[in-house]
């Protein structure tokens, strides 16, 4: 059975970062994609990011590229966000994701940016 846990959201303030991470299992994590994606209140599930198998390559919406990385450690099955200089525009609920459209997510980690 697939499971992905995401955890590390929180309230912040704009400009400052997380870390998310998301704890897969049930698959074979060294041999697929991983996105992340999010949801804003009132708004449907937007893509953010994903990563190759081997980490070797990421791709980035435009809303948050040069803010965000993604990152992976296949020896722990955990896929990483790093988000920095956060704004208001980047609350929501994050997933991480087998596939892009978020059909296999987990059951997400808030992420609220308010002063």
């Known amino acids: 059975e697939v499971q992905l846990v995401e955890s590390g959201g929180g309230l912040v303030q704009p400009g400052e970062s997380l870390r998310l991470s998301c704890a897969a299992s049930?698959?074979?994590?060294?041999?697929?994609?991983m996105h992340w994606l999010r949801q804003a209140p009132g708004k449907g599930l937007e893509w953010v990011s994903n990563?190759?198998?081997?980490?070797?390559?990421?791709w980035y919406a435009d809303s948050v590229k040069g803010r965000f990385t993604i990152s992976r450690d296949n020896a722990k099955n955990i896929v990483y966000l790093q988000l920095n200089s956060l704004t208001t525009e980047d609350t929501g609920i994050y997933y991480c994701?087998?596939?892009?459209?978020?059909?296999?997510r987990g059951q997400g980690t808030q992420v609220t940016v308010s002063s």
């Open positions: 994701a087998k596939d892009r459209t978020g059909v296999q």
């Open positions: 049930g698959f074979p994590f060294d041999r697929n994609f």
């Open positions: 990563i190759t198998p081997d980490g070797r390559n990421t």
